[in-house]
């Protein structure tokens, strides 16, 4: 494990910009109160699923003068993560899709170690590096993380497992996932059985941990129909997200007693990212000619985790690659087509009238029916026998499957994937109300103290 002294010098200090500040990158796309009132409370899940639903806002602004962080606050942001990687290693392995947050992960804690073993007093005995494998799942050619974790791994030296599968052995891990996550909702098994299949390679494999990118997104504003909201909706919504994000990888992971490390969410950098700015998260970068073949983009181009990418933006290769769903990235993109050409849609309406009428699920499309079959052929006809998180009693049920809500205040069903189950207030106006709430409360907690 790195000390305080190693990470410190692994710190370089931030490449010289110009001291110019560039104004925040014009939303012109005005959303609807009706969005605002959905989009709270979003589960994680889905969350790819509205982003690659909703177009990136144009780039096409005519020059725009490049935005730079306070290079006091990138160096706070590297210093806590260095940190954070630090104490998450050494460990067994990494699921390296070759994205940013992965890229970072893996890159920025090789620069650590290298830079330690510089002045390692025994070059005869090196300690343990802080990565051994790495694991890549894709499903099919077209998947465009393989470009990305291959340049990462040949970098950083990890063994890199690619595991490429098909379509029937992706729903080889739906009975694993369904019975662990418990939940027929599309959106998050089509991530999950990505995420569950690394796991599984990486227990085959003898590894007894594994890190992830967890967090990177949620923290730091990475989804793409983030970049619309203002200052005061962007703050509010991601507040709550701190609150309510979760992770499928913790319960797989869990359930195939394998240890699962998550840099991201060290509680210092949550609250560093608490305190970011819309401009610290959501920025244009530019990109220039000769990062093309790397990056794949070209020009003016806007970026959510910007000051995250900036911190480590000189070792992480893919420190500026466009953000991508891991249904895309992975290849599982194709699972809703291919199932779709399995069922005529005769036959898929009689099935959705039949499990309305006798299970009062309604079945949006072949995709979510297949899901379904599984879910019922785990857990079985006995609602009694079902866990305890999938009760039907009627108090607070979802309208797509009649199962009891999480909570609340949820707005998006983690059973059936049915969005929205209820609807809420914007997220504005929710945290004004707290906060009013916070003042009564402190105002009537003043007067009886005083009487």
Same mark, same amino acid.
Request: negative net charge; contains cysteine; aromatic residues 8%.
């Given at each position: ?102 890229? !970072? $992960? #893996?890159? @920025? ?9 510089? /002045?390692? =007093? ?128 913790? !319960? $797989? #992971?869990? @359930? ?9 969410? /060290?509680? =210092? ?183």
């Amino acid at each position: 494990m790195a000390g305080l002294a190693d990470i410190s010098r692994a710190i370089s200090t931030p490449p010289p910009h110009g001291s110019e500040r560039a104004y925040s990158f014009p939303s012109n796309v005005q959303f609807s109160f009706f969005f605002f009132v959905l989009i709270l409370h979003i589960h994680p899940s889905i969350l790819p699923l509205i982003e690659s639903s909703m177009s990136s806002p144009s780039q096409d602004q005519g020059h725009v003068q490049p935005y730079h962080s306070d290079p006091a606050r990138i160096q706070e942001l590297r210093g806590l993560l260095l940190k954070s990687i630090a104490k998450s290693t050494p460990c067994d392995a990494i699921l390296l899709s070759g994205g940013v947050d992965t890229s !970072i $992960l #893996a890159e @920025a804690a090789f620069a650590v170690y290298s830079n330690r073993n510089k /002045d390692q =007093e025994d070059p005869q005995n090196p300690e343990k590096p802080p990565l051994t494998g790495a694991i890549t799942v894709l499903c099919t050619d077209q998947a465009t993380d393989e470009f990305y974790a291959h340049e990462i791994s040949k970098k950083t030296g990890l063994v890199q497992e690619v595991v490429k599968i098909s379509l029937d052995s992706v729903m080889e891990e739906l009975d694993f996932c369904i019975k662990t996550l418990e939940t027929f909702d599309p959106m998050e098994l089509r991530n999950s059985i990505v995420i569950a299949r690394g796991l599984s390679v990486a227990k085959s494999l003898g590894y007894k941990s594994v890190m992830t990118g967890d967090g990177a997104d949620e923290l730091f504003a990475g989804y793409s129909f983030l970049h619309n909201m203002s200052a005061e909706r962007l703050q509010a919504y991601s507040d709550k997200l701190t609150i309510t994000m979760r992770f499928s990888g913790v !319960i $797989l #992971a869990k @359930a195939l007693g394998l240890e699962l490390r998550q840099p991201y969410l /060290d509680p =210092e950098l949550i609250e560093f990212s608490k305190q970011c700015t819309r401009d610290e998260k959501i920025n244009t970068h530019e990109h220039t000619k000769e990062r093309e073949w790397q990056d794949r983009l070209s020009g003016p181009q806007l970026h959510g985790k910007f000051i995250l990418r900036e911190a480590f933006e000189e070792e992480a290769f893919s420190a500026w690659r466009k953000k991508e769903p891991i249904e895309v990235g992975s290849g599982t993109t194709v699972l809703p087509k291919l199932l779709q050409e399995s069922m005529t849609p005769e036959d898929l309406k009689a099935e959705q009238d039949r499990i309305l009428k006798e299970d009062g699920v309604e079945i949006r499309d072949v995709e979510h029916l297949e899901y379904f079959k599984v879910f019922k052929r785990v857990f079985g006809d006995d609602l009694n026998a079902y866990p305890e998180k999938l009760t039907k009693d009627g108090r607070d049920p979802c309208p797509g499957c009649g199962f009891n809500l999480r909570s609340l205040d949820a707005t998006f069903c983690v059973i059936c994937g049915k969005w929205p189950a209820r609807i809420l207030p914007p997220p504005e106006e929710i945290a004004k109300a707290e906060a009013e709430a916070e003042k009564t409360k402190a105002a009537e907690k003043e007067a009886t103290t005083k009487q």
